[in-house]
DNA sequence: CGGAATGTTGAGACTAGTCAACCATAGTGG
DNA sequence: CCACTATGGTTGACTAGTCTCAACATTCCG
């Protein structure tokens, strides 16, 4: 797909490069040559990492192959920093360059504080958010955009089949979040309710129908079954 | 600009408040008035924030008034995460709500590991990369994104008067760093060596010859005087 | 020298922004 | 109870900026 990501074929994971080691840090410093992996997308989380020399790229694409990279890291910046159990972002030397590696069982054993720890597991947490909300922004369509705004609101809210969201946020906030005028917002609201995927009792009240339909929407997988296309039943949404 | 000091009156001290909501701390606890600030751009950076009920937004303006919402938070949520000593976000309550107030400083005393006051602090910084990143991402134009590319590169390396910038990273990766095509990158830097502000005496090294330019241009201030209309003297830039 | 990868330029299409008018709702006061 | 108003939201017509596709130029490297 593009040329930049295929400089790793049949590179070892990381706890697996044998390149030369030197500690540093309480941890190791490795060496990678220019396009190469440090983690990938779905690698588990062991790691957290700092650049000790040359640059650095998070990157991450959407299901049909568009690109958002994310940053670039300089030495002394920190990257790794995700809560969760997998890698979301791919790391990526842009030129040769050197990473420090900090063991997260280290760093836990050494964070023993209960309000820093969830202090920084709010920090990374953030971060996490902050990577969605900028894939979404860089790389999306109106409709993926409130369409990954409503699927957010309604995986936040708890997890019922056909959810009701109240918008505690009006049209503006909105708009603003996604990067999008107030007038295209209303437009896209109406194509969702036009198209059967919502229904709006009242402006601030968005009934969810098709959970399923929003969600690949907002996954940017346009290589699905072409929502756009499909007819709505009346009577279905009707019930 | 401060909210903190009213609000509080009825509310229960926050060990009152059910374990299951949010994890003891010892702080205080202030509600908040729909469309009331918690903090805003420039205040000092004294405490850290964590969502008991409600729904609040971090908001962002460009000089010339283009609104960004950065984030909407949940209980649960921490906010106030800036690692500099003013904030830059404003952050303000959407409907009726209440935060739990955590001084910086006790945070500050408990946390006595480096490594991990380390990792905080890169956890924090890089937030606040990713406000300007994604500030940028949401509501500027292909101008304003690689003039805030190459301002951000120069301040980076540097501080020389007129620097000249080694591009690591290749067109593509600009592109999808700044949520633009490659062609439309490639025609901004056509355009801003025609203008002046540049050269580029090799496809991978920029010389900035009129940074104040570019960084107007960056800080999205439309209101500065207009660079786009400017014209370019040769004989200055021959030199 | 030739080929591949990278970067630039041009023409046309299309998405979302802007400006303007209109509609809906809730609150207010006579 | 009904105008009246303010605010928030919707719709339409037009425009502008960026993307896409395509061709061409340049650089790098064997």
Redo the contacts with the bound molecule.
Sequence with gaps: MY??SHHNEGLPAIGALPVTCVPCFNGTVISFASGEEVVGTGDPTKNYFRVIRGLFRAVNFTPDG?RQVFAFYTPGDFCGLEPDGTHQLTIEAVDCATMAILPRDACRLRMNDEVNSALFEGATRALALTIDHMMMIGR??????LAWFLTMLAARSGGSRAPVLQ?A?????I?DYL????????????LF?DRGLIN?P???LVQILRPDALARLAAADRDASPIHLELWEPEAAAA
């Design positions: 040329a930049l568009r999306s369509s109106a409709e993926e955009r918008l946020m009006q049209r503006q906030d708009a990067g999008l005028s107030i007038e295209t917002v209303s437009r896209t609201f109406t309710k709006l009242h402006k601030r």
